[in-house]
């Protein structure tokens, strides 16, 4: 079993920054990957960012140049170091835990982020 904790959402006037934490704990495996997700009320959770154990990222375009995914996997952490925040990236952010050799995923508990105009 895994664990995952975010923490880091808040509000936040657009154009600002924000910081989201990600842990994981329990059985970690060393080949995985994490990565955060979004909801945004009355639409479907999607994709923001991911980044593999090896630190290969993939980014959703609406987020490409504004948010940066990073991780240590000493401390089974994941960051994602996000500027420029617009109205539109108003939504919970989930953290999601991956062991590859079985696609089992794991999720946080949801951290919310407020884009204010």
């Known amino acids: 079993q895994v664990q995952v904790v975010e923490s880091g959402g808040g509000l936040v006037q657009a154009g600002g920054s924000l910081r989201l934490s990600c842990v994981a704990s329990?059985?970690?495996?060393?080949?995985?990957?994490m990565g955060w997700y979004r909801q945004a009320p009355g639409k479907q959770r999607e994709l923001v960012a991911g980044?593999?154990?090896?630190?290969?990222?993939n980014y959703a375009d609406s987020v490409k140049g504004r948010f940066t995914i990073s991780r240590d996997n000493a401390k089974n952490t994941v960051y994602l170091q996000m500027h420029s925040l617009k109205p539109e990236d108003t939504a919970v952010y989930y953290c999601?835990?991956?062991?590859?050799?079985?696609?089992?995923?794991?999720w946080g508990q949801g951290t919310q982020v407020t884009v204010s105009s």
């Open positions: 980044i593999s154990s090896y630190g290969t990222t």
């Open positions: 329990g059985s970690i495996f060393s080949s995985n990957a």
């Open positions: 999601n835990y991956r062991i590859l050799s079985v696609n089992r995923n794991y």
